[in-house]
């Protein structure tokens, strides 16, 4: 293994590892020094990879808000095959990869007031209630998606999402729903 990869593969362990108690814990519980021994390294070591937590969480953030990005680019004819595209990635993902279940929960933190300020403003470029509700209604159209007012449709199929996701980051033996189960909140009869 080359150094680069060595360090590529110690800046993921402190990322994921970050990432879990900055959601067990919360952020302002978590100190840098919290992070580094749940590593068993060093602080100064971390502090060669991150600053601060504020730019370690920022870092999470910013790979949340990509993660979010790329699903926004997937385009079907019928928008409630993008939505079953989504959610069958998300729900691979949280089968395989628990922190996939933290990262929402991450995201929903930072969105929340009392988060740096920076960190903040990038969370709250996620919303995929207001996106969605574009593609449901043309979904409604299409007569694919029931009706509805888009925006409370969306809301409803997203909160379902995220509650499953931080219930999963909770319990993580807990198996997953299928993705028409889901999907059961936008299609039409």
Same mark, same amino acid.
């Given at each position: 293994?080359?150094?680069?990869?060595?360090?590529?593969?110690?800046?993921?362990?402190?990322?994921? *590892?970050?990432?879990?108690?900055?959601?067990?814990?919360?952020?302002?519980?978590?100190?840098?020094?919290?992070?580094?021994?749940? /590593?068993?390294?060093?602080?100064?070591?971390?502090?060669?990879?991150?600053?601060?937590?504020?730019? /370690?969480?920022?870092?999470?953030? +910013?790979?949340?808000?990509?993660?979010? *990005?790329?699903?926004? *680019?997937?385009?079907?004819?019928?928008?409630?095959?993008?939505?079953? *595209?989504?959610?069958?990635?998300?729900?691979?993902?949280?089968?395989?990869?628990?922190?996939?279940?933290?990262?929402?929960?991450?995201?929903?933190?930072?969105?929340?007031?009392?988060?740096?300020?920076?960190?903040?403003?990038?969370?709250?470029?996620?919303?995929?209630?207001?996106?969605?509700?574009? /593609?449901?209604?043309?979904?409604?159209?299409?007569?694919?998606?029931?009706?509805?007012?888009?925006?409370? /449709?969306?809301?409803?199929?997203?909160?379902?999402?995220?509650?499953?996701?931080?219930?999963?980051?909770?319990?993580?033996?807990?198996?997953?729903?299928?993705?028409?189960?889901?999907?059961?909140?936008?299609? +039409?009869?």
């Amino acid at each position: 293994m080359t150094r680069k990869e060595q360090k590529e593969m110690r800046q993921k362990q402190i990322m994921f *590892k970050a990432l879990e108690l900055f959601v067990t814990k919360g952020f302002a519980e978590t100190k840098i020094s919290d992070i580094a021994e749940a /590593l068993d390294i060093s602080v100064g070591l971390l502090f060669h990879y991150y600053e601060s937590k504020e730019k /370690l969480c920022l870092e999470l953030v +910013k790979m949340g808000v990509e993660g979010t *990005k790329m699903s926004e *680019k997937t385009s079907f004819d019928d928008p409630l095959l993008y939505f079953g *595209k989504v959610l069958d990635g998300l729900l691979n993902a949280a089968s395989e990869q628990p922190w996939v279940c933290m990262m929402f929960v991450l995201m929903a933190q930072a969105q929340r007031p009392g988060m740096p300020d920076e960190i903040r403003q990038l969370a709250l470029t996620v919303d995929q209630i207001h996106f969605s509700a574009g /593609l449901i209604e043309q979904g409604q159209k299409l007569g694919t998606i029931r009706d509805g007012d888009p925006l409370a /449709l969306s809301s409803a199929f997203w909160c379902a999402v995220q509650g499953l996701m931080e219930y999963h980051a909770a319990a993580p033996g807990m198996p997953l729903p299928e993705t028409e189960w889901l999907l059961d909140i936008l299609r +039409k009869d």
